[in-house]
Nanobody, 125 residues
């Protein structure tokens, strides 16, 4: 079993930055494919970024240049650095993980079977 606990959500002004963290317990972050997703009110959960067990990362096209995913395997923690935040980035951000069966699921949320409880990010002036 894997437990995921997100933190770092906050209310910020447009143009601001935040770093979200996801602490992994029950197994090592280095052996799981991990990702960030987000869900705004009334919208479907959408992919934000994902990271391979070997550290290769991918970010949703619409967020490239502003969001960065990374992990610290020694601390069993996944991060999401967000810059130049916009009101449309307001959402609950979720951390997700999967063993993947040896295959990186990328940004496909249906392939992730472990989820955190989410952390709220609000971007407003």
């Amino acid at each position: 079993q894997v437990q995921l606990v997100e933190s770092g959500g906050d209310s910020v002004q447009p143009g601001g930055s935040l770093r979200l963290s996801c602490e992994v317990s029950g197994n090592t972050a280095g052996s799981y494919y991990m990702a960030w997703f987000r869900q705004a009110p009334g919208k479907e959960r959408e992919a934000v970024a994902t990271i391979h067990v070997n550290g290769v990362a991918d970010v949703a096209n619409s967020l490239k240049g502003r969001f960065t995913i990374s992990k610290d395997t020694a601390k069993n923690t996944l991060y999401l650095q967000m810059t130049s935040l916009k009101p449309e980035d307001t959402a609950i951000y979720y951390c997700a993980a999967t063993s993947g069966g040896g295959f990186w699921p990328g940004l496909d949320r249906t392939k992730y079977n472990y989820w955190g409880q989410g952390t709220q990010v609000t971007v407003s002036s």
